[in-house]
């Protein structure tokens, strides 16, 4: 792994939403059972959340609150699921994602066996106000410091 | 879910490594295939983590990175993984989990199928160096402001 190239350093790694110097936020296009999934990717190439310095992890995590912020506001999703783990990809990225109580897995994680397939409807239904929520979470970004 | 009494209302929820108003830190005695696993539970009972205040969430997560920085200095896993899910106990609290690329389920998240079994000899040496990581956190804990 450590001698292949790193795909959070070689583009976006999803449809931008957000960028400024420390990190970017992005949606995520490839987990089809989780639209309402969102990353905010860290720029540099550290793999954990501690080598950051303390002002840096307030930022990234005030970052993934505005996010978790919007998909509860926009969604009411029955949760909403905070993760860094990057033990494929050791670049520092957390997952934000809005979970919904007829989601593939739930209550597990999203990485457990599906235990159910959603309404496709409802899953359009969701896919169709995604883009609305990109532009409030872009504007929301904009008026953080 | 929402009418069976909280468990991590109930009881400490773990070994109890070090408690202070805003949370506790635990060590998880119940994942055998991952020892090194330790949860930081906000005492309240709030879901997201978003409803903490700034300062909480400041409080919150250099806690969960103080255990993330003895796990890497005391064990050096090939990974931590952090996360705060919250679907089955929607009571705040983040998991603080030490990964190995010989674990159960490494790279995968520990929450998708085991794809091996851990040596146990190795499992049983990493669970013997848990309680002098226990003190050595409860230490940085009693320095922490």
Redesign the interface.
Known sequence: ?STAPCPLCHDDAGLLVHRRPLYRVVRVTDTLAHPAFYRVIVNAHV????ALS?AE??AV??A??LV??AL?RELSP???????????V?HLHWHVIA?FADDAQ????I???AVREREPARLAALQAQLPALDAALARAFDHLP
């Open positions: 792994m793999a954990e959340f501690s303390a992890r307030v995590m005030e993934v609150v978790e912020q509860l029955t949760k909403v699921n905070l993760a860094s783990l990057g033990n494929v050791p979970r739930f209550p597990a994680p990485w457990a066996p």
